[in-house]
């Protein structure tokens, strides 16, 4: 019903900035009747954990470990969302997955890696 695909990962020194995008295709009726989008991520031996969301009004929220590095921001005519993330640090290495919430169902994009490194 939904397909979503990242782009934007890499590799990044600490203090580096990148910028994850996701776009959503699929059914248009279903695509444009998105809920909530976001971006979630998991490190090597940790659980997935939400980094940030924003719902189709616009409102947003932040995991405590992001807040004032990472904006999320979402399109809602082209159905994309972004996580611009600054001030990178090695701890924020992770598989980043973008998610999508359609009529309480989730739908989740393949993932991007993200490594910061020197």
């Known amino acids: 019903q939904v397909r979503l695909v990242e782009s934007g990962g890499g590799l990044v020194q600490p203090g580096g900035s990148l910028r994850l995008s996701c776009a959503a295709s699929?059914?248009?009726?279903?695509?444009?009747?998105?809920?909530?989008m976001g971006w979630y991520r998991q490190a090597p031996g940790k659980q997935r954990e939400l980094v940030a969301g924003?719902?189709?009004?616009?409102?947003?929220n932040y995991a405590d470990s992001v807040k004032g590095r990472f904006t999320i921001s979402r399109d809602n005519a082209k159905i994309t969302v972004h996580l611009q993330m600054n001030s990178l640090k090695p701890k924020d290495t992770a598989v980043y997955y973008c998610?999508?919430?359609?009529?309480?169902?989730?739908?989740w994009g393949q993932g991007t890696q993200v490594t910061v490194s020197s």
């Open positions: 924003i719902t189709s009004g616009g409102t947003t």
């Open positions: 998610n999508a919430v359609l009529r309480s169902r989730d739908f």
């Open positions: 699929g059914n248009i009726f279903s695509i444009k009747n998105i809920d909530n």
